[in-house]
């Protein structure tokens, strides 16, 4: 379950698209909890009975069924895969539904404690009990005999998973997951009183467009105070946490945990030094064409030297972008863009809005960020978000509309559980995601803006991608440290991160700041809760932003092709599916030069 986040630059730690789970709702009103049965359920069990329930006496025997059952043919097998296939998509739905409500629910304490109880009891159940199943399946002499497109990467998904499991780290995952928590928790926690309000560090981060400078100044060092008073406290849950892992990898017989995150990441296409080779491509292209972007903000903002507190403002002091008035405008104006890039989309969008699967607004009691999450039987989307009327909401619904249309597309393949959603390669996934949120940019003139304010928008979106590069490549490059050097002190990992960061960093200055700079890294979430998921960002805003260019020279076809490779799901490798999108499969030095040189020319284009 991973919440993700993307974004970048100063003061913007904390991003907010997604990458993971999901489920929805029909109907939901505060209180009523999760109506799961207002869901059209199209597609019917043919293995689970109607009433079978989510808990461990009920859902064990379903595992007892299925290690028990005896498996003569490949036709056997095949039956076999469907039944847990069903199965397992139950167990997601279900878990998704608890996750959904306990984030759009945070003070519902029925809600958290269901979901507590999920990963607390249930989950590491579940965990050794699918591991039964997993080892059942690579005992069986079938196995080579199913056919091959729908399942050769399913078959070494699992085979790797046999490969890395060791039984006591189950109990070391339960001990990550509950420090997990006292992460998000200290993070929840902080506040600043501003302006008269107690505000989230998130909820401060809109002072750093306001135009006046002093304003901003002050709003980052407080909310950067208030960050490094629990420094200490979230430095010893990472130590406890790099502790943990470094053990988990050493326990399933590799040197160092990086090793084995990769594959358990099932990262077959790729090896380390594929990243440290996008690390270096990062620094020789991207980084000075952000350091470009800099300068010329700093010339328009005219001060002498950029401070963190500047790199998000306006640098033509213009107001902020406000490209709706509420939800439903929101939705009435993403309808049209969707309506412009393609009529199947645009179709799955109004099924969204009609089954009610779009929880958009902020409120009070809702969890921060935004991500999507499939329904795993019902093989719908579900949209959670926090809008507030700007410019990065739009990005957001669009980029969540990119996973959204991914579930719609495999659905209509009625593909089954290990060739869906909850098995695509994230480095894919999120090329789905980031494409349509780069290229709906292409259609905001005459929707959400002018002419002028969808070249602005156009402009930060383009800005901030080649920003996302050099922090993917910052936050990536920090994590093989990390863990290859597992015995280092705090005082050598804040060394490591001022080193990395300097490294990839643009030309904001930190003088008299190097404290902060030194703690910067402890409000990237994904380096507590998702070790070493961040290179996936850098590979699919790579195809994403081939994507972008496809459709630049000929929507049509980039459209169609886009789509023809979300079909697959998980049934191809990563790069067929970047084949299957016209696109050419890397993110390194091949690559990263004639992606500079659109960006570039790009932002020159949205900047007249
Ligand atoms: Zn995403």
Redo the contacts with the bound molecule.
């Keep these: 379950m991973t919440e993700?986040s993307r974004k970048i630059g100063s003061g913007q730690f904390y991003f907010s698209?997604?990458?993971s789970i999901a489920i929805p709702s029909r109907i939901w009103r505060p209180g009523m909890g999760f109506n799961y049965t207002g869901l059209p359920h199209e597609f019917k069990r043919n293995y689970l009975p109607p009433a079978v329930t989510f808990d461990w006496p009920d859902v064990s025997k379903f595992y007892d069924e299925l290690s028990g059952r005896p498996i003569g043919s490949v036709s056997d097998l095949e039956k076999w895969l469907l039944d847990e296939a069903e199965f397992n998509a139950f167990l997601h739905e279900q878990r998704s539904v608890r996750y959904i409500n306990s984030t759009r629910q945070t003070d519902n304490p029925e809600f958290t404690k269901a979901y507590e109880d999920y990963t607390e009891h249930l989950e590491p159940k579940i965990k050794l009990a699918d591991f039964e199943l997993l080892k059942k399946y690579a005992s069986s002499p079938h196995r080579s005999l199913l056919p091959r497109a729908s399942h050769t990467l399913d078959d070494k998904r699992r085979l790797n998973a046999v490969r890395v499991f060791r039984e006591q780290n189950v109990e070391l995952e339960k001990q990550e997951s509950s420090l997990s928590q006292t992460y998000l928790r200290t993070m929840g926690a902080m506040t600043v009183n501003f302006r008269g309000q107690d505000r989230t560090l998130q909820q401060m981060s809109k002072f750093y467009e306001e135009p006046d400078r002093a304003v901003r100044e002050q709003a980052w060092r407080l909310t950067d105070s208030r960050a490094l008073a629990d420094s200490t406290k979230l430095d010893e849950i990472y130590t406890k946490m790099v502790k943990l892992r470094d053990a988990e990898g050493r326990n399933a017989g590799f040197d160092n945990y990086r090793d084995y995150i990769f594959v358990r990441k099932d990262r077959f296409d790729y090896t380390p030094d594929d990243c440290i080779a996008f690390h270096k491509a990062v620094e020789d292209n991207m980084v000075p064409l952000s350091r470009e972007i800099d300068r010329l903000r700093r010339e328009k903002l005219g001060v002498e030297e950029l401070r963190p507190w500047d790199m998000r403002v306006d640098p033509d002091s213009g107001p902020p972008l406000s490209p709706f008035e509420d939800a439903s405008g929101l939705v009435a104006k993403a309808k049209q863009v969707v309506g412009q890039v393609d009529g199947q989309l645009s179709g799955f969008f109004e099924r969204m809005v009609s089954l009610d699967l779009l929880d958009l607004e902020s409120r009070k009691g809702k969890a921060p960020g935004g991500y999507q999450e499939e329904l795993a039987e019902a093989k719908l989307p579900f949209i959670f978000m926090n809008a507030a009327r700007r410019d990065d909401d739009v990005r957001t619904l669009l980029?969540e509309c990119g996973?959204s249309f991914h579930t719609f597309l495999m659905r209509e393949q009625g593909l089954p559980y290990y060739n869906d959603g909850a098995n695509l390669p994230l480095e894919f996934?999120?090329v789905a995601?980031i494409s349509m949120e780069i290229i709906s940019g292409e259609h905001y003139a005459g929707t959400f803006y002018n002419e002028a304010d969808a070249r602005r928008s156009n402009f930060e979106e383009a800005t901030a991608n080649v920003k996302l590069f050099t922090w993917v490549a910052t936050v990536d490059a920090f994590q093989h440290w990390v863990y290859t050097h597992p015995e280092h002190t705090t005082e050598e990992r804040a060394q490591a991160w001022v080193k990395t960061f300097s490294r990839f960093s643009g030309l904001e200055g930190y003088d008299g700041l190097e404290w902060s700079r030194a703690f910067r890294w402890q409000r990237q979430l994904h380096l507590f809760e998702v070790p070493f998921y961040y290179i996936e960002y850098g590979i699919a805003l790579t195809g994403a932003l081939g994507v972008w260019t496809r459709y630049r020279r000929n929507r049509g076809d980039a459209i169609e092709a886009y789509k023809g490779a979300l079909s697959l799901g998980a049934t191809r490798s990563l790069p067929d599916l970047f084949a299957a999108a016209g696109l050419r499969w890397g993110f390194g030095p091949a690559e990263m030069p004639g992606l500079a040189g659109e960006l570039r020319a790009a932002i020159r284009e949205y900047s007249n």
Excluded: C, G, L, Y
């Design positions: 993700t698209r997604r990458i980029h996973h996934a999120e995601s």
